[in-house]
């Protein structure tokens, strides 16, 4: 027989409810069920060998699967480490052109004294000329025309890495490479740090971006009790009478009941099947089951999703009123059963295997994934195509008058 208010059993109003009242009052005589061991139990029921050991968790069914946004791009990092990428962007491309500015300036002073170097010797050459009675005036000047007017050799190019300082970090952070590798050894440092750094952040970028863009995610917003206390926009609803109940009113966790189950008139429900209902109509509707009970069916291992943390661990046993002579009776029998291996062998082959669902966690690229990317894309057209057009009407003010 079940009992008529569906109830495993608790203590309300000195009076109990459930299998342990009926086991009371002499309606039933042995309890067949896991029932879960708890203090006040003990002081009225005998209990048997344990049969099972569960656990208990929180289950929910999860929110609905984002779908990707205008910021998907943004959101492999946090905005604090968007932030430190710019701060080294800038600090970076500031050390490379100070390095370029510097370079720049000694190679002009160093040019310039080597022109006035070689001006004095020439004049010396010619003041000597003179004494000895040499006339090579024509000579002379085209010597001294080509030589001021040599260029510096086009691999000491300092102006031009200062000038591109910034877009030259940019591209190293980029792994976008540059055309010219700086002659320096100071500035071929620099540059190849901040190159190293650049392929561990496009690497981890890139891993992160398919993950957030292919893999959707169901996990539950909470973990914890104290996380959906926290959170204040679930309520916890829990099997009337059952070892939960007391479990919760016990001292130590008073302030969920106060906050998560008390104030809402539908947190204690009759059955399993209210819980799971309930649950399925509110994504806010948390309710505690048994993890091994709840995975074996479809509806609580795939709909509802279960939290983290394991809320009890119980021993399932049968139940007689306190003082039965059957008890020991059953325990050498329980306990014979598990000796030889006979006991595992029946939980084996008898018991339901957890369900399995199946994974469809990955989703197949589309165009929800990328749009952003194109939208970027027509972004960056339509400006080229406005600059072009302003280039194109208003004429240049640095055009030669003819």
């Not at 010597?143 to 000038?163: A, D, H, Q, S």
């Not at 940019?170 to 320096?184: C, F, H, M, R, S």
């Not at 009113?249 to 809402?264: C, G, M, S, T, V």
């Amino acid at each position: 027989m079940t009992p008529s208010d569906g109830e495993y059993g608790s203590l309300r109003n000195n009076q109990w409810t459930g299998l342990v009242g009926d086991v009371l009052t002499g309606r039933a005589h042995l309890i067949v069920a896991f029932l879960s061991r708890t203090f006040t139990r003990s002081q009225v029921i005998d209990y048997s060998s344990v049969l099972l050991k569960f656990s208990y968790r929180m289950f929910a069914r999860p929110p609905a699967r984002t779908t990707p946004s205008w910021y998907s791009y943004t959101r492999p990092f946090s905005q604090a480490l968007w932030g430190v990428l710019a701060l080294c962007l800038l600090v970076f491309a500031l050390i490379f052109y100070c390095l370029g500015h510097w370079y720049s300036t000694s190679q002009q002073e160093g040019n310039t004294e080597t022109l006035r170097s070689e001006e004095r010797k020439r004049s010396g050459e010619r003041e000597e000329r003179k004494r000895s009675g040499e006339r090579e005036e024509i000579k002379e000047g085209t010597e001294r025309i080509g030589r001021r007017t040599e260029v510096v050799p086009e691999k000491y190019t300092y102006k031009l890495w200062r000038k591109d300082s910034l877009l030259l970090i940019w591209a190293a952070i980029t792994q976008q490479g540059w055309p010219y590798t700086p002659d320096v050894g100071l500035m071929r440092a620099v540059f190849w740090i901040i190159y190293v750094l650049g392929m561990v952040v496009v690497t981890a970028y890139s891993a992160t971006l398919v993950s957030f863009l292919t893999v959707a995610g169901d996990d539950l917003p909470f973990d914890s009790l104290m996380d959906l206390q926290r959170i204040k926009s679930h309520r916890l609803g829990i099997l009337k009478g059952s070892v939960l109940e007391e479990y919760f009113k016990n001292p130590n966790f008073r302030d969920y009941w106060q906050a998560l189950i008390e104030p809402h008139p539908d947190t204690l429900a009759s059955s399993y099947s209210e819980l799971r209902y309930n649950a399925e109509q509110d994504p806010s509707y948390v309710y505690v089951g048994s993890y091994e009970i709840q995975r074996l069916d479809p509806l609580g291992a795939c709909t509802f999703k279960s939290a983290r943390q394991q809320l009890l661990y119980n021993d399932g046993s049968l139940g007689w009123p306190r003082g039965s002579p059957y008890v020991q009776l059953f325990d050498h029998y329980i306990n014979k059963f598990r000796e030889n291996g006979l006991l595992r062998k029946l939980m084996t082959v008898w018991y339901p295997k957890p369900y399995s669902c199946p994974s469809d966690s990955v989703i197949p690229l589309g165009f929800t994934q990328v749009f952003t990317a194109f939208i970027i894309l027509g972004m960056g057209t339509l400006f080229s195509l406005l600059f072009l057009t302003i280039e194109r009407i208003v004429p240049s003010r640095t055009q030669p008058n003819t």
